[in-house]
């Protein structure tokens, strides 16, 4: 059944993508790009990634990639392969246990996920702002 799942899943963000509504939901999350250290390019694959997990491959993009520094790279990955679970996954876990406790399981994913996101791109740049003061 996971299949026919995925399959619905890939239409209604090709669907979304398509009536221009990614790129709005990108332009509303621009800003919050900034708390992980982020530029409003990650704003894209961190949406598509955290729908379809083959989303992450946008940060492979170019153009996206002459704008990330590693750190940015590690923490835009992370925050949007562990934002939400595998959809199909959640499904599966609302059919099995509940909708409740999947939503619930789902939060605390994402409260996770954020948190470390923050905590990696703000400690990185301070470590890498201790480096580099150190070597000079």
Excluded: H
Aim: aromatic share 8%; glycine share 6%.
């Amino acid at each position: 059944m996971p299949f026919p799942i995925f399959v619905l899943i890939s239409a209604i963000a090709s669907l979304l993508d398509w009536l221009g509504m990614m790129s709005a939901l990108a332009a509303v999350i621009n800003p919050l790009m900034g708390v992980f250290r982020l530029p409003a390019e990650a704003a894209l694959p961190v949406i598509l990634s955290s729908i379809r997990k083959d989303g992450l491959l946008l940060f492979a993009e170019p153009k996206t990639l002459a704008v990330l520094t590693p750190l940015q790279i590690l923490t835009g990955v992370y925050l949007a392969g562990v934002l939400l679970p595998c959809l199909v996954t959640a499904l599966a876990i609302a059919r099995e246990q509940s909708p409740a406790f999947a939503l619930k399981l789902m939060g605390r994913q994402a409260i996770a996920s954020v948190i470390f996101s923050w905590v990696l791109a703000w400690s990185g740049t301070l470590i890498s702002a201790a480096a580099f003061t150190t070597t000079r």
